[in-house]
């Protein structure tokens, strides 16, 4: 849950970006490191296998600039994807005030999209939180690699409610920051009700 | 006991009263530096020697492990584990769980021991849980007053385009 303290007249948010294994997620975090002012920006903190495989999370402070007197200040954070680091999931979901679900645009990733998108709303809701709910928006990533699913196809599958969908390609960056302004503007203006 | 699905709100005077504590908590244990966080990782108040810790990630990293030893106390049929100590080689790390849902991280070097650092925790503990206990009912107080104690009941969308430029 957002953190706001008026003694520093901060405002913390919690983004979570979720999706199965290899969609990503990690991906989308770094270019947005690379790619901010350093100002802007903490340390990016990634516990990730020898091989590279995210194996707890990715954590990435950053700092927006000022909302109303209040310093907006959001933490992204990554699940690991794989199947098997269930408990690790649960454990990041704690507090989210927003979630990006990272899907993988490629065919035969489509069951893997479905089984963690079910996955989410199963974790979402061992927190109380019901998916339908809360700021999320679905990024469809891989855009470039050849024989992708349409996105009509995975939008029909993954996004019946449908909430705000963005297309990217992470690995050169191609809406990434679109996909993080959708979000920080949909948990901003959801602390407009909830406080 | 702070309500685990609230919105944590810091108020300047409870934000006074948390570090005028954790100053005497330093002074008493002898430590090198002392922070407080809140269970999702967010930084609440922070004292001694700072400036060279890069304070939001060990923030973060505290309350992941934090969740990922509560997940093991779970395994095995505890409700979590209160307290954590890490042993370096020069400075050690001191993490106790205050009021369920604040995190109390004590650093220190030789010039302090275990023992000591425990004894003291212990009773900043019970004091700081009171000043959560204050702040929990204040929250509640002004949760129930009119929307307009609320600041970001009235943020537009430019307000929000204005943080991309």
């Known amino acids: 849950m957002s953190f706001i303290n008026y003694a520093s007249r901060e405002i913390n948010c919690k983004i979570v970006y979720y999706g199965p294994g290899l969609c990503g997620k990690t991906t989308n975090l770094q270019f947005v490191y690379n790619k901010t002012a350093d100002s802007s920006k903490g340390k990016m903190i990634s516990l990730a296998t020898e091989t590279e495989r995210t194996l707890f999370f990715d954590f990435l402070p950053l700092a927006l600039g000022e909302i109303r007197g209040f310093k907006a200040r959001f933490h992204l954070y990554t699940v690991p994807g794989q199947v098997f680091y269930d408990a690790s999931r649960k454990l990041i979901l704690k507090g989210v005030d927003g979630v990006v679900f990272v899907a993988d645009s490629q065919q035969e990733r489509l069951d893997a999209n479905i089984e963690s998108m079910e996955n989410l709303r199963d974790n979402l809701e061992e927190q109380g ?65 909830t406080n | 006991m702070l309500e685990a699905s609230s919105s944590l709100v810091m108020y300047d005077e409870e934000y006074q009263r948390i570090s005028a504590l954790i100053d005497r908590l330093l002074r008493e244990a002898n430590a090198r530096a002392i922070f407080l966080v809140d269970k999702d990782g967010q930084l609440i108040a922070a004292t001694g020697e700072t400036e060279h810790l890069d304070t939001t990630s060990l923030a973060s990293l505290t309350a992941g492990n934090i969740a990922a030893t509560g997940g093991l106390a779970k395994l095995i049929g505890e409700k979590e584990f209160s307290i954590l100590f890490h042993e370096g080689e020069k400075d050690n790390i001191h993490i106790s769980i205050v009021g369920g849902r604040v995190i109390l991280v004590v650093i220190f070097d030789q010039r302090s021991s275990l023992g000591l650092v425990r004894l003291r925790v212990k009773r900043a503990g019970r004091d700081l849980d009171l000043i959560l206990e204050d702040l929990v009912r204040k929250t509640v107080v002004h949760n129930d007053q009119s929307a307009a104690m609320n600041p970001f009941a009235e943020i537009t969308d430019d307000d929000i385009d204005n943080l991309f430029k």
């Open chain 1, 129 to 193: 939180l019901d998916l339908d709910r809360i700021p999320f928006v679905i990024q469809y990533n891989k855009r470039d690699l050849p024989g992708v699913c349409s996105v009509e196809e995975l939008s029909s599958l993954l996004n019946p409610r449908k909430v705000p969908e963005t297309e990217a390609c992470a690995a050169s960056g191609e809406g990434v920051f679109e996909t993080l302004k959708v979000i920080a503007k949909l948990v901003l203006n959801d602390l407009k009700k």
